[in-house]
């Protein structure tokens, strides 16, 4: 399984694209601004499109890919969420005042979008590809996913606070690589637990809960592009103070254009 990284960053700046993963040609993990990486002929390959939240860096390609693309398809495509997520786009975007409302354009019966409802713990089959939804601890309902490739399950954090319910799915797992948010660096460290995100000193908490025996890649996503050299150097500089960081994990830094084969 191939998993095409389109956007990671935080927020967006020159080459700094917002979440979004290409999970083979067909399977869309979050619509950030990293989607307007792909052509036309990619976009138009993508039959479903899963979401962890509502918020806009996770979303906001997904009204103009659709809009891109319908002429180009024969069926609608699928928007797998939460119901609470669902509710955000019906209400928020897909409103005919926001952007038009593409599950009855150009009918309800013949829609270019389809929602499904996912719930937190489901086990999907997409495309023939195995995805559970996991748990995610954010300011609105989210979630996080696991992905079954090849060589294991690729797993993505979501937007997410400390979260103990993730760890103890996760690590009954055959983990083949993490990613995983640190969204602030420590100075900004009650900003992140307002927000219900991860700074470096959060994230070495986090990664307490794998087991020493369990050694697989793990990713640094969602950094705020102003401070990423700062996060990044916080989360190396606890290589040098805590065993549980560095000394028993391999921690990198993702970006945009990299593809991972799990």
């Known amino acids: 399984m191939k998993v095409r990284v389109l ?64 002429s180009l398809r024969t069926g609608p495509v699928q928007v797998h969420a939460l119901a609470a997520t669902i509710g955000a786009l019906q209400a928020h975007v897909f409103n005919n005042v926001i952007w038009p409302d593409f599950s009855a354009i150009p009918s309800t019966a013949s829609p270019f979008l389809q929602y499904r409802a996912f719930a937190s713990g489901d086990l999907l089959s997409i495309a023939g590809v195995q995805v559970e939804v996991l748990p995610a601890h954010h300011t609105v309902p989210a979630v996080g996913f696991a992905v079954q490739g090849d060589t294991g399950w690729w797993v993505f954090s979501g937007d997410t606070e400390r979260n103990p319910s993730f760890w103890n799915r996760v690590n009954t797992l055959a983990v083949a690589c993490l990613v995983i948010e640190t969204a602030f660096s420590n100075r900004e460290r009650d900003l992140a637990r307002r927000s219900l995100h991860l700074s470096p000193e959060a994230l070495a908490q986090e990664l307490e809960h794998i087991p020493v025996a369990d050694r697989y890649p793990i990713y640094i996503t969602h950094t705020k592009p102003s401070e990423t050299s700062l996060i990044m150097d916080e989360i190396k500089r606890l290589d040098c103070t805590a065993n549980t960081l560095y000394s028993s994990h391999d921690i990198r830094w993702l970006s945009a254009g990299q593809t991972m084969d799990v």
């Open 7 to 70: 956007g990671c960053s935080g927020a967006i700046a020159k080459d700094c694209r917002t979440t979004s993963f290409l999970i083979g040609d067909s399977i869309l993990l979050d619509a950030g601004t990293g989607v307007g990486d792909l052509t036309l002929e990619e976009m138009a390959k993508i039959d479903h499109v899963l979401l962890t939240h509502s918020h806009l860096d996770h979303i906001a390609s997904l009204p103009l890919m659709l809009d891109a693309v319908s």
